[in-house]
T-cell receptor
Framework: GAGVSQSPRYKVTKRGQDVALRCDPISGHVSLYWYRQALGQGPEFLTYFNYEAQQDKSGLPNDRFSAERPEGSISTLTIQRTEQRDSAMYRC???????????????FGEGSWLTVV | SQQGEEDPQALSIQEGENATMNCSYKTSINNLQWYRQNSGRGLVHLILIRSNEREKHSGRLRVTLDTSKKSSSLLITASRAADTASYFCATGKNQGGKLIFGQGTELSVKP
């Protein structure tokens, strides 16, 4: 597609429920990234993939958070047993080159707003 | 935790004036990027400067990088009301795809 596509754009869920956020990267992009952004803050790194391999998940806050990219294209970020503190915008991004290469530009999607009530 | 710190946190100018935003960071990097976040919440890549570059231009944007001071600046010349947005710097290192963002500068350009 023309840009990084995320769904749903807005999600309200009850505390304790599981949520799955989907990301469709720019066609042909090798790397895919997940970030979380609270109001008034900059995005905070969660995890990233080169192709289907999860290279770094050091930013995932705890084991309730997981991500997968089984075929090296679409990715899903799953949050189990959601808590109110999980409320934030979750941004996906992709890049043409494998992550870490010099000059690699990362393109962000519009984000998925998650509200846990 | 975030590495970059933008300065100022908020900036209000008149249309036609230049806007300068600064970013400082703490550890070594291989590139620094500037992003704009508009009111619609989209995050748009503006410009990337590599650690071996000192200055880069793109249209009305001028970015400088001083690795000895661990700082960068973004200059927007002849600002327009449409430039009103939050601007973030983000640093990248050699060991992978992690970008570390600052807290952002809120720019308001009044017509």
């Amino acid at each position: 597609g023309a840009g990084v596509s995320q769904s749903p754009r807005y999600k309200v869920t009850k505390r304790g429920q599981d949520v799955a956020l989907r990301c469709d990267p720019i066609s042909g992009h090798v790397s895919l990234y997940w970030y979380r952004q609270a109001l008034g803050q900059g995005p905070e790194f969660l995890t990233y993939f080169n192709y289907e391999a999860q290279q770094d998940k050091s930013g995932l806050p705890n084991d309730r958070f997981s991500a997968e990219r089984p075929e090296g294209s679409i990715s899903t970020l799953t949050i189990q047993r959601t808590e109110q503190r999980d409320s934030a915008m979750y941004r996906c991004a992709s890049s043409l080159k494998p992550a870490g290469q010099i000059g690699n530009t990362i393109y962000f999607g519009e984000g998925s707003w998650l509200t846990v009530v | 935790s975030q590495q970059g710190e933008e300065d100022p946190q908020a900036l209000s100018i008149q249309e036609g004036e230049n806007a300068t935003m600064n970013c400082s960071y703490k550890t070594s990097i291989n590139n620094l990027q500037w992003y704009r976040q508009n009111s619609g919440r989209g995050l748009v890549h503006l410009i990337l400067i590599r650690s071996n570059e000192r200055e880069k231009h793109s249209g009305r944007l001028r970015v400088t990088l001083d690795t000895s001071k661990k700082s960068s600046s973004l200059l927007i010349t002849a600002s327009r009301a449409a430039d009103t947005a939050s601007y973030f710097c983000a640093t990248g290192k050699n060991q992978g795809g992690k970008l570390i963002f600052g807290q952002g500068t809120e720019l308001s350009v009044k017509p």
